[in-house]
């Protein structure tokens, strides 16, 4: 009987053996087939993801080829599976979906956002991936303010080629501008609009009559005149050149020093409040600044005194009928400048006299010292001119040329300006901002 039991446990334990090993071999046969499956899948999906970006790659370089000035209506005219056909190669199929966002609407300038969706699947399996590209389509009258770093003379290259010749750095994508299309504004309008004078085009009579001078047609003297209604010194017009233009800022407070024929003249004013104290003969103290200098003539020294050149809350627009001359760096209060949204300052210059329209040099020349910021939209009818050594711009740059023996670095940075929305290109059509949103994966169905 003994023996009898030793031989049945031995059988009970030879089966128990047996079922393990056909379970350990089930399980190893399915532990195969599920990495076989996530194999499979895996590559599937890399399959599919690089098709997306296949597509993706393509689509950006037929949107830099293209000149949408050829279509009536691109937002749907060109974007569409005509010119962007669904792609089919080695079993996997990309659709693309296009969509459009209305961003700026009405008037002469408008904004259109496109999205194209993709969408990747393969014959052998039900995973897809899916990929979002976006870009904004301008057209009509486009402010200059739409751009951050622009060359608007005909040029043979690229613009990226042509600013890398140049020196010149820059974070983000250049705008596509096919054509070379010019630069169109019109700077004496500009100046009859903010001193609101009866005609367009500004003439001496006007001026004389503005600035309370005897009616004539001659220009009038030399010197600073502030033009004041309702309580707000709307513009400062100075006539003749200026040889010192000097910001400073200390508590909020915002003073500008103006220097000319050995005579210095200083303006001082919280921005925003009616707070203006001026050295001058006007009556204009407790009024509000609408921050706009005009100059009829160059300005030979822009300078920064003490640690901060703008004001938290200053938008100064300064434009000269001429060249300007930056001799230092031009920074806001706070000195983070990457905490800084919006440029405190705008200089530009007209190619074009305010009065006579004769032809004139608007070069904008940056000679503040290697190393130095400048917190400033620079928009220059003639060439921006730098030497040696490495000069920061914390705003813009747009300009006929560039001519630079040193390194211009730029850092886009928005401005809260009124003249750049008068000028820019008219009835044109461009594309801006190219983006991928997201690469992302679909799961199976």
Partial sequence: MKRRGNIVIAVLFMLLLSFSGLALLTHSLLHSKIIAARRGKWQIGTMLEQSILLQLHRYRLQLNDSDVNHYAVPETDFFNSLNFPDLSENGVQVKNHFSRQKLTAGGSFSKVRVFNFLTAASDKSRLAYGGQASVELLAGD?????????????????????????????????????????????????????????????????????????????????????????????????????????????????????????????????????????????????????????????????????????????????????????????????????????AHLLLMTSNRDFISNDELNADIVLAPGSGSTIEAQLLAAGKVVHGDGLVKICGSLIAGDIQNSGCLQIQALAGQFDFPAQLGFKNFKCLKNFRVHFITEGGDE
């Fill in 142 to 342: 486009i402010p200059l303010s739409e751009f951050s770093l622009l060359v608007h003379k005909d040029i043979r290259e690229t613009q990226a080629a042509y600013l890398a010749a140049k020196g010149v750095e820059w974070s983000g994508q250049l705008i596509n501008l096919p054509g070379k299309p010019a630069v169109s504004g019109e700077c004496r309008s500009l100046l009859a609009a903010a001193l609101k004078l009866s005609a367009p085009i500004p003439d001496w009579r006007q001026i004389r009559e503005k600035f309370n001078l005897e009616s004539s047609a001659a220009a009038i003297p030399s010197g600073i005149y502030l033009s004041l209604s309702d309580g707000l010194v709307e513009t400062i017009f100075v006539e003749g050149d200026l040889q010192l233009l000097e910001f400073r800022a200390e508590a909020g407070l915002q003073f500008i020093v103006f220097g000319q024929d050995a005579r210095l003249s200083e303006l001082c004013y919280r921005p925003g409040l009616e707070s203006v104290l001026w050295g001058g003969h006007e009556a204009v103290n407790g009024c509000r600044f609408a921050e706009k200098i005009f100059v009829h003539g160059n300005i030979w020294a822009i300078v920064q005194s003490g640690n901060a050149a703008f004001a938290d809350d200053s938008c100064i627009q300064v434009l000269a009928s001429g060249q300007m001359r930056v001799n230092t760096g031009l920074v806001g209060e706070n000195l983070g400048l990457q905490k800084t949204k919006f």
